[in-house]
């Protein structure tokens, strides 16, 4: 396996098209993700269509995804290559948006991405350089607000802040 890239932290040109890192809890339910093609950009690995959004970094206090410029989809041994930490501790995923699978989602918004925007302070002041961008369910649904504040979200935090567990908890 080639070493995941990170993403140069540059501003991305996109047009406006529009997850605190607990991965979205989920129901064994129905898709509702109907056009089947947006991500959830805080995903399981074990989720349809998983890749590996980023790479944890930064402080325990305040972590830093860094995000990759190259597709890089989940695989048995990629999984196994961060033990004996959890690949979650180590990598962001992203992967096909549940819909109504989902406990974040109400059919119409996913809560998460509204609490993460209304909570969370931004942590960049450019568009992360991000590949999802195009079909990411927050940025479709929040815009700018969302990828300001999208890199501190991580699967894995070992020191929440307040701020953290009431966006990631509702
Ligand atoms: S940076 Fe923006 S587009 Fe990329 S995953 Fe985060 S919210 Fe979605």
New binding site residues.
């Given amino acids: 396996m080639s070493e995941p890239q990170i993403a140069e932290p540059k501003t991305a040109e996109?047009k406006p098209a529009?997850?605190i890192a607990s991965a979205p809890a989920r129901k064994p339910a129905q898709n509702n993700n109907e056009d089947q093609t947006l991500?959830c950009?805080?995903a399981q690995p074990d989720m349809a269509g998983s890749r590996v959004?980023?790479v944890v970094g930064g402080t325990m206090e305040a972590a830093q995804?860094a995000?990759l410029n190259e597709s890089l989809p989940v695989t048995s041994e990629l999984l196994a290559s961060t033990a004996p930490l959890k690949p979650t501790e180590v990598f962001?995923f992203?992967a096909r948006c549940e819909g109504k699978a989902c406990r974040h989602f109400d059919g119409a918004n996913c809560n998460l991405?509204t609490r993460?925007v209304q909570i969370l302070p931004a942590v960049v002041d450019t568009?992360?350089a991000?590949?999802?961008?195009?079909?990411?369910?927050?940025?479709q649904q929040?815009g700018?607000a969302?990828?300001?504040?999208?890199?501190q979200?991580v699967t894995e935090s070992f020191q929440p802040s307040e701020e953290f567990l009431r966006a990631a908890l509702g």
């Fill in positions: 996109v529009g997850e991500m950009p805080s959004l980023g995804v995000y962001r992203a991405a993460i568009l992360p991000c590949l999802i961008r195009q079909a990411c369910r927050w940025y929040e700018r969302a990828c300001m504040r999208c890199p979200v």
